[in-house]
């Protein structure tokens, strides 16, 4: 059993890796029933993918935060980690297609004097 943690903008989530037949849950329901797209289902199973791993793993995930997209995202990154931690052979690949880096775009904060991150009030000369 291998764990990762991957994140997206303000999604956390917490992967279980474990030798089985292929099944993936996430937060305890399975995915086709928690991710309802085709491409969010095919974004979590990329990392699976990419390591010839598909089918031999069990995935159980917790995700928290942000939005269905930001969720999808973290269980990604976090089942590559899991994978490269798990078995090194698996680590050129998954590094070469881009699923062991953290997309770091978040939502930048508020700043005073501000109505939002960058948008200023609307000036009146008069």
């Given at each position: ?12 989530a ?14 305890e329901?399975?995915m ?95």
């Open positions: 059993m291998t764990l990762g943690t991957g994140r997206r903008k303000e999604s956390v917490r992967v279980r890796l474990q030798p089985g037949s292929g099944r993936i849950l996430i937060n329901q399975p086709d029933d928690y991710f309802r797209t085709r491409s969010l289902q095919a974004a979590v199973r990329l990392p699976l993918v990419v390591a010839n791993a598909e089918g031999r793993y069990d995935v159980l995930a917790t995700v928290i935060g942000g939005g269905i997209v930001g969720q999808a995202g973290a269980v990604r990154h976090g089942i590559a980690r899991a994978l490269a931690a798990g078995e090194d052979t698996f680590r050129p690949a998954l590094h070469k297609a881009g699923l062991l880096t953290r997309d770091p775009r978040m939502k930048e904060r508020k700043k005073y004097g501000r109505k939002r991150a960058r948008k200023g009030f609307q000036y009146s000369k008069r």
